[in-house]
Each structure stands twice: as C-alpha cells, then as structure tokens.
C-alpha cells in the first residue's frame, strides 16, 4: 500500500493525519484527496471517472475539489500536452500535507493530467 503521511520513510496516519481532521474540509473532500493520493500510479482518474461514482456529480466532484484548493491541498494549473504540444490540459498535484505559497512547487505530491 502507498505511503501517503509521514516524511523521510514514515508512514502511517499517527502523527501527520492532518488531511483527515482539517475541519475546513468535508468528509467528502478528505474521502477524495485520500483516494486520489493512494491510486497506484497508472490510475488516471479525471473529474468524469470521479463523477461516475456512486452518488456523485460533476458538480459534487468539482466542489470538493475547489475545497481541496482553498485549504491548500490541492493545485491546478493549465498545461501544455505532450512535446507535440497537442492540447491543454489541467495539471492537478494532490498534497497530503496543505501547502501555501511559496515552496509549494518542492513538496512532493501526486499529479495528475485532465483533459481540458
């Protein structure tokens, strides 16, 4: 299983379970930033494959996700496609950690690309 808390090897939920009580943040959106931090790493979800879960909309999808953003655990960025330069894309990096400002771009965390 992916190791998503802790730094230099740790892992758990013991001590950096901050994600899980920020009380900014609905269960929902704790339930998706977790799932998007331990999909394997061919999974390629995008908002539609979100939404298509049980009791899900687009609309539900994308409110959890801007709350993701406004607490900091979450950022998104348009994109150029590949070398080709074939299309936008959303650039979506998950942190298990909130993130503010400046420093952000080194700390690790999962990204994704979304079509536009």
């Not at 930033?33 to 298509?52: G, I, K, T």
């Amino acid at each position: 299983m992916r190791k998503i808390w802790g730094s230099g090897g740790a892992g758990g939920l013991g001590i950096n379970d901050a994600l899980l009580q920020d009380r900014r943040l609905s269960f929902p959106a704790r339930g998706l930033a977790v799932h998007l931090l331990l999909l394997p790493e061919s999974a390629r979800p995008d908002p539609a494959v979100l939404a298509a879960r049980p009791g899900e909309t687009a609309e539900s999808i994308e409110g959890y996700l801007v709350e993701l953003e406004s607490a900091g655990y979450l950022r998104r960025r348009t994109v150029r496609g590949d070398a080709d330069g074939d299309g936008l894309f959303v650039e979506v990096t998950v942190y298990a950690q909130a993130r503010a400002g400046a420093g952000r771009d080194e700390e690790p965390g999962r990204v994704f690309r979304w079509p536009l």
